[in-house]
């Protein structure tokens, strides 16, 4: 990393044992303060390491289930014909449950929809929906152009899908399902047989009655070219006598086996959890949380959603309502659902709710389109802190530079050279700091030497030196300190950009996931080895040790399981610092001893 050996404090001795046991307590001198800013630099950077691992460590799961998810093929119905337009199928099928006796045949009718959604980039991302009458939901939503990960972040052949309706006994797991809770005098079936009552090309009417005499509307409003879906729900009292009615709206997903991975070290290459949109921010619960304990929250909640990583299923409220979030976990699956206020209909009234469905990638620039704050579904915050302006920042130089390049390893490549550039100032700054601190080591192990037990007056006759010839032994540090929330920020911006999901640069098929070759591990092993070697340094011989052959194995070691584009990016990094360091020291010349340095006037 750069910086580590230039950074201060690295001309401090760490004090032996017996000094720490036997010397006298001492009050805190600037060498002291300096020593301890070295450890807490260094302990920062091995914590980037824990933290990332932590924040996305999950336990294990159960073995993901190899049956195929149930298609409409699976179901009876018809293949799937003219690309682009909307078809209704139909097929019969048993509803157990739908009747008594469990043996009606009932008809069970798909609207089939297909779209695509064009970014500023003008590249087209696919999407299939299927809307269906049983349970009046979203029972199929898939991106073709975006495939499933393995346990061990592989590829493949299986899209994603952001809605899988199982046709047997799990409909409450239903995309957009409905219900009747709390205190409603009306409960639906698990599986209730809407009719339809219209359609055309990009709309479709469901209708259902209670035998109680309650009217439900469900209606839905398709774009081609847009992944928000209008959604609407009105319940009609024609029971005769008074209804309470709290309806329920909810998005479910399921663990998948990508998001089972996880060790200490080695984010998920995926992840699922719970979304609520409330009093203007976003609440987080992962789905092994939720399998544990759910969550309700009750303040002015906007959406909610299910989120995956780089894609997310969301419903947003339109009634401008205090609605409710509930977050709910089972088994593999977990739900987030809006709660809306509880209604009294009077015989004859109805009350329409109406809700926007948005399924697809956490792209910034579609999400703003819903209006709904729903771009906070886009995590950028690390350590507590909201990196957001950094990363949209660093997101945006290199979608400028794909679109010269066509590569995103080319433009995370230019992004490095572009903050080498900005930041070249500090660092050659810092390299004359470190250069000037080299040419005084004889006269640093002269002074340990004649006060070897004496950590005080080692520290005051150092200060006296730097004081002399005018080092600010501080100055290394600068670099690495505005470099490191570029790291994390870049970090962060690799692991929800779906503009860089399983995009291949040279031999990795995806960025986003760790070196499958870790031949990016092994090259930065390499160059920091040999950028700790030519890094002027006026540390003794045991931290050079520990500088020059375990920082290299450590970090080389952390970054075998981070995404391969940070690794990438750290790896041009320190190439370029090598060469920086080079180009600073011809412009220094050789560190001569004391003389090199310029005494400080009076």
């Not at 203007?280 to 309700?296: D, I, P, Y």
């Not at 979030?325 to 109805?350: F, V």
Request: overall charge negative.
């Amino acid at each position: 990393m750069e910086g580590l050996a230039a950074c201060p404090l690295s001309s401090v001795s760490l004090p032996s044992l017996a000094s720490r046991r036997n010397g006298p307590a001492l009050s805190k001198t600037p060498m002291e303060d300096s020593s301890q800013t070295q450890r807490l630099i260094l302990a920062a950077i091995l914590c980037f390491g824990v933290i990332i691992a932590w924040e996305h460590f999950f336990p294990s799961m159960p073995p993901a289930s190899t049956q195929a998810p149930a298609s409409s093929a699976d179901a009876g119905l018809e293949p799937e014909q003219n690309a682009g337009t909307p078809r209704v199928t139909r097929s019969s099928t048993l509803a157990a449950g739908a009747d008594p006796s469990g043996e009606a045949e009932i008809a069970i009718e798909t609207f089939e929809f297909r779209g695509e959604v064009k970014g500023s980039d003008g590249k087209p991302i696919p999407y299939e929906l299927s809307l269906t009458n049983l349970g009046g939901g979203i029972e199929r939503f898939a991106l073709p152009s975006f495939f499933e990960r393995t346990n061990v972040n592989a590829s493949t052949e299986n899209v994603i899908h952001l809605a899988e309706t199982d046709l047997g006994p799990a409909l409450e797991r239903q995309m957009a399902g409905i219900e009747l809770v709390g205190d409603s005098t009306v409960r639906l079936p698990k599986r209730p047989i809407y009719t339809v009552v219209d359609k055309t090309d990009k709309t479709i009417l469901y209708r259902y009655e209670t035998p109680e005499g309650l009217v439900i509307d469900r209606e839905y409003s398709l774009s081609a070219d847009s992944f928000a879906i209008e959604m609407a729900v009105t319940l009609r009292n024609d029971s005769g006598k008074p209804q309470s009615l709290q309806l329920q709206i909810s998005s479910v997903l399921e663990r998948t086996a990508s998001a089972e991975s996880a060790f200490f070290f080695a984010p998920a290459p995926d992840h699922l959890s719970g979304l609520c949109f409330t009093e203007g921010k976003v609440e987080r619960e992962a789905q092994q949380s939720l399998a544990e304990e759910g969550k309700h929250f009750e303040q002015a909640v906007k959406w909610v959603a299910m989120d995956r990583q780089y894609f997310v299923a969301a419903i947003v409220q339109r009634d401008g309502s205090d609605a409710e979030c509930r977050l709910r976990g089972s088994g593999r699956s977990a739900s987030a659902s809006l709660l809306m206020p509880l209604t009294k209909l009077d015989a004859g009234e109805e009350k329409r709710h109406k809700f926007t469905s948005y399924l697809g990638v956490k792209k910034p620039e579609f999400l703003t389109r819903v209006d709904a704050g729903l771009e906070a579904a886009v995590d950028y915050t690390i350590l507590g802190l909201n990196l957001a302006i950094i990363c949209e920042g660093l997101l945006a130089i290199m979608a400028l530079i794909f679109g010269f390049s066509g590569s995103w390893g080319l433009s995370i490549l230019g992004l490095t050279v572009l903050v080498k550039l900005v930041l070249f100032p500090l660092n050659q700054r810092s390299g004359k700091s470190m250069r000037a601190m080299s040419a005084l080591k004889p006269e640093m192990d002269a002074i340990r030497v004649k006060f070897p037990d004496d950590r005080q007056r080692q520290s005051e006759e150092m200060m006296r030196l730097y004081q002399k010839y005018n080092v600010n032994p501080a100055s290394g540090c600068v670099p690495i300190l505005i470099q490191m929330p570029i790291w994390f920020a870049l970090y962060r911006a690799l692991w929800v950009s779906v503009d860089l999901y399983q995009a291949d640069f040279m031999w990795i098929p995806d960025l986003t996931a760790r070196d499958p070759l870790y031949i990016l591990p092994a090259l930065l092993i390499v160059v920091m080895f040999v950028q700790q070697k030519t890094t002027p340094t006026a540390m003794d011989p045991t931290q050079q040790k520990i500088m020059l052959y375990m920082m290299p194995l450590l970090f080389g070691s952390m970054m075998v399981f981070l995404p391969a584009g940070l690794v990438f990016y750290i790896l041009v990094n320190s190439v370029l610092t090598i060469l920086q360091q080079h180009f600073i020291n011809k412009s220094i010349g050789p560190a001569k001893g004391p003389s090199s340095a310029q005494p400080a006037t009076a």
